[in-house]
């Protein structure tokens, strides 16, 4: 046997260490009131049910309730489409205040989505109706025209968020049934592109 084939043997015989995982983020809820923005934070926004998700990389998370996009075509801003809320991954990467303080709420805040680098018509924003859209029960808040209404508070952290981060990135989904596989889902797909 040759010097290389026994090394070769003997490498072989020794127990390989096992490979570290880093841990998988665990889902743990956090109360509105003890919430703080903090790098890397992501959305998630469940179309099914209304609700959202503003994640931190550990896993805590703050959930709220939104108003998604209309579940028809409609006729606004001079285009006609389908007002459903896609469901795609987003970033939000700018600011801007819109005078239409019906559509845009009292302050106007509008955070704009983004998709593969390019300016949507979709964003976050807030709107003059906030307390009767939000007093409905989760099924009757598709009333926005696409895009994703927040309560006023949930756009102050959403906006602190951003001006931490600098964007926000922004996952839209037909149904979250569990923010823990949907963690998982994602930090998968992160690896895969690596």
């Known amino acids: 046997m040759s010097i290389a084939a026994s090394l070769l043997t003997l490498i072989l015989a020794v127990p390989a260490a096992p490979v570290y995982e880093a841990p998988r983020p665990v889902a743990v809820a956090v109360a509105a009131s ?8 992501t959305a998630f926004i469940d179309t099914r049910s209304n609700d959202g998700y503003l994640v931190h990389d550990d896993g805590r998370y703050l959930r709220f309730p939104v108003v998604t996009g209309q579940r028809r075509g409609v006729y ?3 285009r006609s489409y389908n007002a459903t809320t896609p469901a795609t ?15 845009f709420g009292p302050s106007g805040r509008f955070l704009r989505l983004w998709k ?17 859209m939000f007093g409905a029960p989760a099924e009757e808040r ?18 602190l968020t951003l001006e ?12 979250i049934d569990d923010i823990s596989t949907e963690l998982m889902a994602q930090e998968k797909t992160a690896e895969e592109k690596l």
């Open 89 to 103: 991954d987003w970033v939000i990467q700018s600011s801007e205040v819109k005078g239409d303080r019906v559509t």
């Open 76 to 78: 606004y801003i001079g």
């Open 164 to 175: 931490l981060n600098g964007s926000i990135a922004v996952h839209t989904r037909y149904g």
């Open 116 to 132: 593969d680098d390019e300016r949507t018509a979709y964003g976050f924003h807030e709107h003059r109706d906030e307390e009767e």
């Open 34 to 41: 003890e919430w703080k923005p903090e790098p890397g934070d």
């Open 142 to 159: 598709y009333r926005s025209m696409g895009c994703i209404i927040l309560e006023s508070s949930t756009m102050d952290i959403f906006a």
